[in-house]
């Protein structure tokens, strides 16, 4: 529940850091770039946990006119540099994606999203004490956290275990399944129809992640329909809607379904351009 007289910060920074800074490693933007993307979910940006040094090869760390704010910014683009691998997750309660039962799922489950990391050098496979980290807070200041699993995770396999165009199609028909359920909840609605396509673009906007240019339309694709669905089943709920607590029971089901197969839908289409961006590092 949001607390009245708090913004809340765009969905999903992490997988938009991560894909932003693949995308630099690949030498698709400038890690000025990644900073600006940064800034569009937040003003300032603080990470908190285990030490580590900013990685000098950006350069950026040495420019005497940033401002003592971007420290937190330049130390993520540290943190995100030279790894063996990457790969987001979207865990939710009784849907842990194959993240291990600790602390660190927990609060992944908690902000909705983590990033992994295998901090050794490229080339390396198999199972790892991964850093993990996870973004919280508001459009004036984003606190992240950076920690270690308790337990090995073989990041490099979590990375790629999920078919896009599977989920694709699977998507294609949940649309369709989401749209019904909208026009299914017959209650008597406070707001007009031209109102409530104005919201549901708005939450539909709200709820994309912005890439940076890349070369796998499919993406694209998931990740738009992905918004779309989460954005109408977010609107089932609205009380503005004027959707009855007993209709929303009845659909309920059919709504977490829904939203669970956006979460994986979600995580494969960033990994997946994760994936391209450092495979390409590598040829």
């Known amino acids: 529940m949001t607390t009245p007289g708090i913004t809340m910060m765009r969905a999903w920074p992490t997988s938009t850091l991560a894909v932003w800074a693949a ?12 900073l600006h993307t940064l800034y569009d979910f937040a003003q300032a940006h603080e990470l908190d946990g285990i030490s580590t040094p900013l990685d000098r090869r950006d350069g950026l760390d040495q ?16 943190v995100l540099a030279g790894n063996a691998h990457l790969a987001v997750r979207m865990p939710a ?28 050098p490229a080339g390396a496979e198999g199972p790892v004490d991964a850093l993990a980290l996870i973004a ?3 459009p004036e200041r984003c606190r992240w956290s950076l920690t270690r699993s ?24 949940a649309v369709g399944q989401a749209a ?19 919201a549901l673009a708005g939450m539909t ?33 609205t009380p503005s809607v004027g959707v009855t607590g007993t209709q929303h029971e009845l659909a309920d089901e059919r709504l977490r379904s829904l939203t669970a197969l956006t979460r994986t839908a979600r995580t494969a289409a960033v990994n997946t351009c994760i994936v391209d961006f450092r495979r390409s590092v590598r040829s």
């Open 23 to 34: 995308a630099r490693d690949a030498g698709r933007c400038a890690p000025d770039d990644v």
């Open 136 to 138: 919280r807070g508001t």
């Open 93 to 120: 309660p009784g849907d842990a994606q194959g993240l291990p039962p600790d602390s660190l799922t927990d609060s992944a489950m908690a902000a909705g999203e983590v990033l992994l990391i295998d901090p050794r």
């Open 63 to 78: 420019q005497g006119g940033r401002d003592q704010q971007d420290r937190g910014a330049l130390a993520l683009l540290g």
């Open 205 to 237: 906007q709200a709820r994309r992640i912005d890439l940076p240019p890349h070369d796998n339309p499919r993406v694209d694709r998931v990740l738009a329909s992905a918004a779309q669905i989460d954005a109408i089943v977010a609107l089932a709920g």
């Open 150 to 173: 308790q337990t090995p995770i073989a990041v490099d396999r979590l990375s790629a275990d999920l078919p896009l165009g599977e989920l694709e199609y699977q998507l294609r028909d």
């Open 180 to 198: 019904q359920i909208i026009a299914q909840l017959s209650g008597a609605r406070a707001a007009s129809p031209a109102d409530l396509r104005d």
